[in-house]
């Protein structure tokens, strides 16, 4: 099992390198070829918007057909959209191999989610959804790390390393990784490909889960408000280059990545994924606050490290509740919550590059008072939500 986590974990952090790729190198990517702050949101945007639309239709081909063979349709497809974005010479082709991304590279998460489900139960459950997180944490260290240091080289190296690097992870999930879903496990087979599931999006909202789907957009919403400016942010408030972005990014990226491996898990077991999940948003709502203070690069280091620490058990505390609470099978669930964050991932980079374009304050502004509504719908909410639940199970007859 060690050896299935591992690498599952290592193609997280590959996909996650081309994610995190992209935000030191982005703003001078987009200033480059003529664009603004709208431009650089709908970049964000169109690479989310892809991944609403495909995320469910991975994860329900991944119940009928096994987790396998769609994380290796993903992870090719990651490579090959860095390939791509590599190639890019000006906007329109960025757009167009971001749109490859969001399609194809959607595949990975859900189904990686999907998997540590199979191979876990509900105690074992959260630290596997905090190594998820944690692998995207370290993809978000050595991302911006490796595209600041190598936009000295060009713009595009970074892009090529990482399609190599999908590649190895290809071979690895060939070569090593076992099925975790077995056949009589699976759903019945359907005849053709199913499209988006609008239906089932919108059915969910009025399922068990359906206010943890909410919340994953909210939360989503709020946090892209920070990721996707950010390099832009840091350029014009501050003239700092890629390189000093990236290492922005690099260090609040490890302190990330250490709290979600080494203390969700712990977290969840001893407080519960409510009490992780309201701390994290109230935490994470005044942290942006915090980062509007911030003047100098040790203060910016320390207001965005704080930040991020902040949130950095949300996303895992969230997914484990969904994969939980959950009513159809896993790679649905686990679908349907990278759907709606996806679908936060394509409003929040649009209001984030306008607001910037009027004020560089608002996207944080902003941002600290959806977290904040996020907070209190989970006070007001949750336990609710765990009541009604609790009314559902039946109760085991006695035995005389």
């Not at 199913?194 to 089932?200: E, H, N």
């Not at 390189?243 to 898990?265: K, Y």
């Not at 207001?303 to 099978?329: C, D, E, W, Y």
Request: aromatic letters at 10%; glycine letters at 12%.
């Amino acid at each position: 099992m060690k050896r299935n986590l591992g690498i599952l974990f290592f193609t997280l952090v590959v996909v996650m390198i081309g994610f995190g790729i992209i935000i030191p190198i982005l703003p001078f990517y987009v200033t480059s070829f003529g664009g603004n702050g709208v431009s650089m949101g709908l970049l964000m945007a169109i690479f989310a918007f892809m991944q609403f639309l495909f995320s469910p239709v991975w994860g329900d081909l991944s119940d009928r057909f096994g987790r396998k063979p769609i994380l290796l349709v993903g992870i090719l497809g990651n490579a090959a959209s860095m390939f791509f974005m590599g190639l890019a010479n000006n906007l329109w082709m960025l757009f167009l191999a971001r749109g490859l991304a969001g399609i194809l590279s959607s595949a990975t998460l859900p189904t990686a989610m999907a998997y540590i489900s199979d191979s876990t139960d509900e105690d074992q459950r959260g630290g596997g959804m905090g190594m998820v997180g944690a692998a995207m944490g370290v993809g978000m260290v050595l991302g911006p790390g490796v595209g600041g240091a190598l936009s000295d080289i060009s713009l595009s190296a970074p892009f090529y390393l990482a399609s190599v690097l999908s590649l190895v992870a290809l071979v690895l999930i060939w070569t090593f990784l076992p099925e975790s879903l077995a056949e009589g496990l699976r759903a019945p087979s359907k005849k053709g490909i199913q499209g988006p599931q609008f239906k089932t999006m919108w059915l969910a909202l009025l399922s068990p889960i359906g206010f943890l789907l909410g919340l994953a957009f909210l939360l989503s919403f709020g946090v892209t408000n920070f990721e996707s400016v950010f390099g832009l942010y840091a350029d014009l408030r501050f003239g700092y280059d890629a390189r000093t972005v990236g290492l922005i990014l690099m260090v609040v990226g490890l302190a990330s990545a250490v709290v979600q491996g080494g203390l969700t898990g712990p977290a969840i077991r001893l407080w519960g994924d409510e009490a992780v999940i309201k701390g994290s948003l109230i935490a994470s709502a005044i942290g942006f606050v915090l980062m509007l203070m911030a003047r100098s690069l040790p203060t910016i280091l320390l207001t965005t490290g704080l930040f991020v620490i902040s949130n950095a058990m949300l996303r895992p505390g969230v997914a484990s509740l969904i994969s939980k609470r959950a009513t159809q099978g896993q790679g649905i669930a686990m679908g349907l919550n990278n759907a709606f964050m996806s679908l936060g991932r394509v409003a929040g980079p649009i209001w984030a590059g306008a607001a910037l374009d009027i004020n560089l304050s608002y996207p944080y502004l902003s941002g600290a008072v959806i977290l904040l509504v996020g907070f209190v719908l989970s006070v007001i909410y949750l336990p609710a939500l765990k009541t009604k639940s609790a009314a559902r199970t039946p109760t085991p007859a006695k035995v005389d």
